[in-house]
């Protein structure tokens, strides 16, 4: 059978899964550079602003002149440069001046990456202090701006309006810092996710491979199954037609046939169907078994009852063949399960008409019926042929038969330990076989005991 659907299947199934999964991560990796942008903005801003806040408070106070800075303000920030005149003071990156020592903020911070500056009201640049920047000095509202230099830095930066004492416009405050953190941050995450992204893609791709090819294989296995099964059904139905067409061909070829020719012709002709309909109906119930579509009436069922209806309704043809069938019960007490009686008949049944089919005149066959821990154990035990350590892999399978010629001549369809087995597991028992040729077999059937005579420790 080609496994070449299959193949194909399991390479969609991969492709899809790795398609959709790298969809998924790659939005989840959109989403958090979109979160780290945001958080990093937020505290930058919230950092921006109370920097600027609290200058803004201790300076306007001091204002007197529009566009004049006073004494106060290089007081305050002693690196401050005036943009018309000689700016004779040096940033000292080590050094951090009251203003941020007062205000408990970080001089690390301000002194590498923060800038002041003040512009008077036609935005022409007055005094700048921390960071120099060669930025534009154009205001506008809202009072946040993410700025660009002449070098392609980014900063961000907030702007306050300044009055004077007797409330003129003074001109603006501007307070902001380099970007230069959050923008190497920011092409980090981009690397890992251009990078990790695809690596991690293929990565999804190959052990999406791996495990579509493990959840496709029981398919594939099943599909070989069910391809054996027609094959085999078509093969069992096969071999009865053509026994029916050769007795009517023989038939139709004979001249002057007397009423008894004809009769025994019918007749054969009527086993023949027979056998037919005992495979189909075989055949019904085991797929119905399995699918567990068959109606059944479980009730409380007494194994020991059940034994001696056995014994009584196959004796006869047990003596019929020369053979001996004994009951031995190895259970003080009466065993109950919960089961359908029509099924477990037949369960019993068929090991029981196996027996006297595969025993040698003389033989004898025993039944036993115990109980360990919480099971009914039921067995049939036989003196017959035997089965090989082989042939027991295989005795359970459909129209598996060991001698398939002695097999047919016994009227069996190669069924009959398929649906045991259905049965038994049904019903949540097993079965299994002990076997050696020439010496004999023994059939084990453990079913658990019904629950309310668990509980009354039978
Ligand atoms: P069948 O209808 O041919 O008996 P089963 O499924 O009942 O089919 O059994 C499968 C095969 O197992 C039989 O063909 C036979 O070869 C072997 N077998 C079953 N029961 C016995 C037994 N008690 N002793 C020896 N061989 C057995």
């Known amino acids: ?54 200058l803004y408070a201790g300076i306007e106070l001091h204002l007197k002149q529009p566009g004049r800075l006073e004494p106060f303000v290089e007081k305050l920030l002693p690196d401050v440069c005036l943009t018309d005149a000689p700016c004779l003071v040096e940033i000292n990156p080590n050094h951090s001046h009251s203003f941020w020592k007062n205000h408990h903020i970080p001089s690390k911070v301000h002194q590498n990456d923060y800038y002041i500056r003040f512009l008077d009201s036609s935005n022409k640049l007055v005094a700048v202090s921390g960071l120099r920047v060669d930025l534009p000095t154009t205001m506008s509202s809202p009072n946040w701006q993410t700025v660009v230099d002449s070098q392609g830095k980014r900063f961000h930066q907030i702007a306050f309006p300044l009055h004077t004492l007797d409330n003129k ?89 007397t009423e008894p020719e004809v009769r025994d012709t019918l007749k054969t002709i009527e086993r023949q169907v027979n056998r037919f309909f005992e495979l189909i109906k075989d055949l019904l119930l085991l797929s119905r078994l399995e699918q567990h579509t068959l109606d059944s009436n479980p009730q409380s069922l007494c194994l020991n009852d059940l034994m001696s209806d056995l014994i009584e309704e196959f004796s006869a043809l047990a003596a019929s063949v020369n053979l001996k069938l004994v009951s031995e019960l190895r259970s003080p007490e009466p065993l109950y399960i919960f089961a359908d009686e029509d099924q477990i008949c037949r369960l019993f049944s068929n090991l029981i008409i196996n027996a006297i089919q595969y025993t040698a005149p003389g033989g004898c066959i025993t039944l036993k019926l115990s109980k360990e821990d919480r099971h009914a154990v039921f067995e049939v035990q036989d003196t017959g042929i035997g089965i090989s350590l082989d042939a027991q892999t295989y005795i359970f399978d459909r129209f598996y038969r060991v001698q398939s010629d002695r097999s047919r001549q016994t009227g069996g369809t190669g069924l009959g330990l398929s649906i045991a087995r259905a049965i038994a597991e049904g019903h949540g028992g097993s079965i299994r076989v002990q076997s050696e040729v020439g010496k004999g077999s023994t059939f084990t059937i453990r079913l658990p005991v019904e629950k309310t005579l668990q509980n009354k420790n039978y």
């Open 1 to 54: 059978m080609p496994m070449e659907p299959f193949n194909r299947t399991q390479l969609r199934l991969a492709s899809w899964y790795a398609l959709v999964m790298g969809a998924i991560l790659g939005l989840c990796g959109l989403v958090s550079y979109q979160v780290t942008i945001r958080a990093y903005s937020d505290s930058m801003e919230r950092e921006l602003e109370t920097v600027a806040k609290t």
């Open 169 to 257: 416009l003074w001109g603006y405050l501007q307070v902001g810092r380099s970007l230069k953190d959050l923008d190497s941050r920011l092409a980090a995450l981009k690397l890992v996710l251009l990078v990790g992204l695809p690596i991690t893609v293929i990565l999804i791709g190959v052990s999406s491979w791996w495990l579509a090819g493990k959840a496709v294989r029981p398919i594939y296995r099943s599909y070989l199954q069910m391809q054996q099964f027609t094959a085999d059904v078509a093969h069992e139905l096969r071999t009865p037609l053509t026994a029916i067409l050769a007795t009517l061909d023989s038939a139709l070829r004979l001249s002057n046939v």
